[in-house]
């Protein structure tokens, strides 16, 4: 673990930032600073907002929480993670590809078709599936990353494209999707017939535009927000193939250098902070699709048959991410056995909300 406990300069905090945080710092016992590299209009800043508000009012100000928003501290998952590893970032929230590098198995939540709506997601992201990951991952960073909790950031991955409505997996025969450069969802479009085509995401409206890519694996929040339909994105599908979950991870050694009650109050704020990141999408969601249809967008929800024929077809990825990503078969074997009690226990329940 030496690489990962490595210092990296870059993510030393200025002067000014120091400036304009130096008075609530010193009132307290206690600082953490957290980051995300997203903006203000994210699920992940509201998160932060109401877990800032939470932990300095339950410590009665003992615990002090300076938010940094953007890049100040660092820019990609890696640099980020290392800075958690050496202490110069206390909290830093992760898509499951920005923690890859680090943590090969939390792409398990990128699987397709294993979690079918928000409330069995919610369920099994609040339960003991998450502290497997965490385990795993304090174990691989050598206990100095330690996972607090997995919200969401933009609701669900689906399909969408340029060209025609999808409705079943060969409709997507041939066409040109958007992948980040990892396996994982790259073999997931090659499962369902298309052709996976990294491009970085600055790039992905000019490439829409120029028909160097077809398609693309996002949430309509991003959609809407990068205005994809203006470079030609018109057809959506709302198969719902992966949950956007967001990883929140903290330095182990602060969290663990304080007293019993504050570390609860931590952790009753990440609570807080994954219900916030639950709700966030499923209100700004409302508005995207709103827009995309008014703009003449294409809207489609796959019948539950449908659904079910993407599920097969995709289904050789689950043998490729047990074959070839380290502690695969672990990981997956926690997430479907979660995914199968929520499910239980909410059928449970509509059985006797039902009656």
Known sequence: MNSFIKKLGTAAITATLLAGTAATALAADFTIRATANSNENDEDYDGLVVFKNYVEAASNGKVAVELFIGTQLC?????????VADGSIDVYISTSGGAA????????LDLPYLMANDRVAEN???????????????????????????????????????????????????????????DLPQELVKALGAAPTPIPWPELFTSFQTGVVEGSKNGITDIMG??????????????????????????????????????????????ALQQATFASPKRKSIKAYEDFVAGGGDLYVPTPAEKAAFKTAAAPVYDWFKANV?????????????VAAAEKDINAANAKDLN
Request: hydrophobic share 40%; charged share 25%; with cysteine.
């Open 326 to 338: 380290k502690g695969g078969p672990e990981v997956f074997d926690a997430l479907t056995s979660a």
């Open 101 to 108: 590098g680090a943590f090969p198995y939390v792409q398990v």
């Open 75 to 83: 820019s990609k998952g890696a640099e980020c993670l290392q800075g």
């Open 226 to 271: 990068m205005k994809f339909p203006d470079a030609g994105l018109k057809y959506v599908t709302l198969d719902g193939h992966a949950y956007m979950g967001a990883l929140w991870w903290m330095n182990n050694d602060k969290f663990k250098g304080m007293p019993e009650d504050l570390r609860q109050v931590v952790v009753d704020g990440f609570s």
């Open 124 to 182: 099994v992201l609040s339960g003991d599936f998450t502290r497997t990951v965490r385990d795993m991952a304090l174990k691989d960073s050598g206990d100095k990353i330690r996972l607090m909790t997995i919200g969401n950031t933009g609701g669900w991955r689906n399909f969408a494209n340029t060209k025609r409505r999808v409705q079943m997996p060969k409709d997507m025969e041939g066409l040109k999707i958007r992948t980040v450069v990892a």
